[in-house]
């Protein structure tokens, strides 16, 4: 794999780097990232009632490639918050210098809806920043992008991608909250990317036994499941490129991107424990190697 790394060109390096950005996102997570200026430390903060902290840890053919931080904050007032950093790491991080943070707020009722979801990348230090607003019927508000040659200001869009869709990080989450009340994984959301549309599908495969290993802290039942991103309509390349190259690689090989959740917690949103892609370039996997909420704390010893 480090053999592969070196000789890599510029178009695989940038492949491989949306290989892992999405791996972490969507848990399949799963967006996704240390913001270059103030990403909050998992283990500078103590977890208060309704929030679950997870830091994971990405390797590649056994390298150490990426490492991601989860932050799930459902304070019971009906909001809720959630936001996900990642940088690559070692070698990856030399290669590829990208580092991002993914952040989703808004409300909690049966199910939660965004107020707002912002992404901030910083790729060789060309920093970019999304924001998508939405109002609390669940209809979708605006869209900008901030970098070196856009300043902030809404861009026009068309109603036809946007309306009646989520984030990619509040999908999830409201999928976990499925997961943790029914232990069931089972849901299919519509999202807005920017320029596209696309139907992200959780699909239940079995019910299984986790043990833990000295990559992944967790031990206990989990459900595992397949992740698959399904184009709706906008700006999709007729050959699959990013994310949907790799989604496509790892069908060819049988196994769709694969994620196992777990109920860390009774009474709050079911955690991502593992993910598993498999790409022409190998497997990867990420682990979750740490975990605190109130009165629970795990971590792999050193």
């Known amino acids: 794999m480090m053999r592969q790394l070196k000789t890599l060109n510029n178009s695989k390096k940038t492949q ?8 972490s996102i969507t848990i399949s997570l799963l967006f996704v990232a240390i913001c270059i200026v103030s990403a909050p430390s998992y283990a500078q903060t103590d977890p208060k009632e309704g929030q679950q902290m997870v830091q994971y840890d990405v390797y590649a053919g056994g390298i150490h490639a990426l490492q991601s931080n989860l932050n799930i904050d459902v304070n019971g007032n009906d909001r809720y918050n959630l936001d ?3 940088q690559t790491f070692g070698l990856l991080g030399k290669l590829a210098p990208w580092q991002g943070k993914f952040e989703s707020h808004g409300w909690q009722s049966k199910e939660f809806k965004p107020e707002l979801h912002q992404s901030t990348t910083i790729w060789r230090g060309e920093k970019e920043v999304k924001k998508y607003s939405y109002v609390k019927d669940g209809s979708f508000q605006s869209y900008s992008v901030t970098d070196d040659k856009n300043e902030g200001l809404p861009k026009k869009v068309d109603d036809k991608l946007t309306q009646g869709t989520s984030d990619v990080l509040t999908a999830t989450l409201n999928t976990m909250q499925a997961i943790a009340q029914t232990n069931k994984c089972e849901g299919a959301t519509e999202v807005f990317d920017g320029k596209r549309r696309f139907k992200l599908i959780f699909k239940e495969k079995q019910q299984v036994e986790l043990e ?3 990559w992944n802290v967790y031990s206990g039942p989990a459900v595992e499941c397949s992740a698959e991103v399904q184009p709706m309509a906008g700006k999709w390349h007729e050959k699959p490129r990013g994310w949907m190259s790799i989604q496509e690689q790892g ?4 196994t769709m991107p694969t994620v196992w959740f777990a109920n ?12 598993r892609v498999k790409t ?6 990420m682990h979750m190697t740490k975990y605190e909420t109130v009165g629970k704390s795990l971590a792999l010893k050193d």
Not at 251 to 254: D, S, T, Y
Not at 280 to 285: N, Q
Request: charged share 20%; net charge positive.
């Open 84 to 86: 996900l950093t990642a």
């Open 264 to 275: 860390m917690t009774k009474g709050e949103p079911a955690i991502p424990v593992k993910v």
């Open 212 to 214: 833990a290993t000295r």
């Open 251 to 254: 069908r060819e090989r049988g």
């Open 280 to 285: 022409s370039y190998g497997t990867l996997f």
């Open 16 to 23: 491989l780097l949306s290989l892992l950005f999405w791996q």
